[in-house]
C-alpha cells in the first residue's frame, strides 16, 4: 500500500489543543522513554544506542520528531507532506547504517506505543473523555502503518541504488518520455495507468536539485537532460516542490495514460520554457500545465498565434498605446460576454458613459465582427494570442 494513501495524518487534527499544551513540556522525557525502548526491545538497536554519543543523538532526532508532531494538531496535510519524508529519510538511513528492514519498522511500532502510552496517560490527567482517547488511538494505528510503510519506501529505495533498480527506472523513465515503449531489457516496472510527467529547469548558476526533493517511490532522473520525472498522484507526490530551491522551476504535464507520457512530457517542458521566457505565471516555482491549456494551446505555434493577433486586430493598429489598450480591454470583455455597457462597466469597474464611448469607438473600428460568431471567437483567440506574446503584439 502506497505511504501517501494510507492515512491523511487526520490523528492530528481531532487532538484537542490543550492536550497538546499539556503534551509538549514533556517531550523530552517521551523521547528518552522511546529510545530506551527501542534499545530494549530490539536488538540491533542496543549496540547503536550503546553509547552516550548514540544515544544522545537518538533522543534528540526523536524529540524533533515528536515536537513536529504536536506542533502538527490541527493541521493534517503538512504532517502528511513533510513528516513522512522524515520517515523515508530514516529508511534510507537505517539501510546505509546496516540495520535490517524488519528492525527499523519494529523500531516505529515501539516508539510509537511508548508514545502513545504517555499521551493517553496525560490525557487522563487534563480530563479527557474516554471518547476522544479511544478515537486518537484508532487515529494512531494508521498513522503507524503509514509511517511503516514510508519506512519501507526509503530503505528500498536506498537497497534500490547499489542494486543497480535505480539504474533501470531511469532507462524505463527515458524510454516513456521518449515515446518508445518499456521492453525487456529496461527491466521490470511496476507503472500505474496513468501518469503526469515533471520537466526540471534552472537558470544558470542555480544551486544542485537535492536527491530526496521527490519521494523515493517516483521515478525519476534528476541529471538528465532536462531533469525529468513521472509520478501517478502528482497532487500527492509534488507537494515538496513548493520549496525548490531559487531558481528552479518544475512544469507538471497533464495526467494520461502511461503509454501516451511523451505527450505529457512534450507538454511540460514547453511549459517550462515559455514560463523561463516570462510568459506564463505561476505564485510559485511549480507550473500546473492544467492551469494554463489556453495559453499552451494559444502559444503551441508561436508564429500563427503572432500572425493572428496582427491580422485580425488591425484595426486597432496605430492608436494610442493607452487607448489602444483600453479597446482591447473592452473588446475582450464584449466578445466574451455580449454584455450591455452598464454590465461591461461593472465587470470593468468603470463608468457606464465610459463604456459606451468605447462601444461606439469599437462598432466603428470592427463594424459586422462584433456580431458574427465565428468573428467572435476569432477576435476573442487574437486577444489571448496578443496576451500571451506582449511582445509580439
Known amino acids: 500500500m502506497r505511504s501517501s494513501a494510507a492515512s491523511d495524518g487526520s490523528v492530528w487534527a481531532r487532538i484537542p489543543r490543550r492536550l497538546g499544551d499539556a503534551v509538549r513540556p514533556r517531550i523530552p522525557e517521551i523521547a528518552r522513554a522511546c529510545v530506551d525502548a527501542i534499545a530494549a526491545e ?11 554519543p548514540g544515544r544522545a543523538a537518538a533522543i534528540e532526532q526523536t524529540r524533533r520528531g515528536i515536537e513536529r508532531d504536536i506542533d502538527r494538531v490541527g493541521a493534517p496535510a503538512m504532517w502528511q507532506s513533510d513528516r513522512l519524508a522524515d520517515f523515508r529519510a530514516h529508511g534510507r538511513t537505517a539501510f546505509h547504517e546496516g540495520l535490517s528492514r524488519e528492525s527499523v519498522q519494529a523500531a516505529v511500532r515501539v516508539a510509537s506505543r511508548v508514545m502513545w502510552r ?17 478515537g486518537m488511538a484508532e487515529g494512531m494505528l494508521g498513522d503507524v502503518e503509514t509511517a511503516m510503510t514510508a519506512v519501507a519506501e526509503g ?5 534500490a541504488e547499489l542494486s543497480g533498480d535505480g539504474e533501470r527506472n531511469r532507462r524505463v523513465l527515458r524510454a516513456l518520455l521518449g515515446g518508445r515503449q518499456r521492453t ?6 511496476g507503472l500505474p495507468e496513468r501518469v503526469a510527467a515533471v520537466v526540471f529547469r534552472a537558470v544558470p548558476g542555480a544551486p544542485a536539485l537535492a536527491p530526496n526533493v521527490l519521494p523515493d517511490h517516483v521515478i525519476a532522473d534528476l541529471a538528465g537532460d532536462p531533469p ?5 498522484e502528482p497532487d500527492t507526490d509534488l507537494t515538496g ?3 525548490l530551491p531559487a531558481g528552479w522551476t518544475a512544469a507538471v504535464g497533464p495526467l494520461v495514460p502511461s503509454g501516451s507520457a511523451a505527450e505529457s512530457f512534450r507538454v511540460a517542458r514547453r511549459a517550462a520554457d515559455l514560463a523561463a521566457r516570462g510568459l506564463l505565471a505561476a505564485p510559485g516555482p511549480v507550473v500546473w500545465c492544467r492551469d494554463h ?7 503551441a505555434d508561436e508564429f500563427l498565434a503572432a500572425q493572428l493577433a496582427e491580422t485580425t486586430l488591425a484595426p486597432l493598429a496605430g492608436l494610442p498605446e493607452k487607448r489602444r489598450e483600453h479597446l482591447a480591454e473592452t473588446l475582450l470583455a464584449l466578445v466574451r ?18 463604456i459606451r464611448a468605447r462601444l461606439k469607438t469599437l462598432a466603428e473600428l470592427f463594424g459586422n465582427r462584433l456580431t458574427d460568431p465565428g468573428e467572435r471567437l476569432r477576435l476573442e483567440l487574437a486577444l489571448l494570442a496578443e496576451r500571451a506574446l506582449p511582445d509580439q503584439g
Request: with cysteine.
Open 241 to 243: 516542490l513548493a520549496g
Open 228 to 232: 525529468a520525472a513521472l509520478t501517478a
Open 337 to 354: 460576454t455580449r454584455g450591455s455597457a452598464p454590465e461591461l462597466a461593472r465587470m470593468l469597474d468603470l463608468h457606464p458613459q465610459t
Open 184 to 189: 525487456e531489457e529496461d527491466g521490470p516496472a
Open 42 to 52: 530490539i536488538p540491533e538497536y542496543s549496540g547503536c544506542f550503546g553509547s552516550e
Open 293 to 299: 491549456v489556453p495559453a499552451l494551446l494559444l502559444l
Open 155 to 159: 530503505y528500498s529505495a536506498a537497497e
Open 118 to 134: 504517555w499521551i493517553a496517560e496525560i490525557a487522563q490527567e487534563t480530563g479527557l473523555s474516554g471518547d476522544v482517547v479511544y
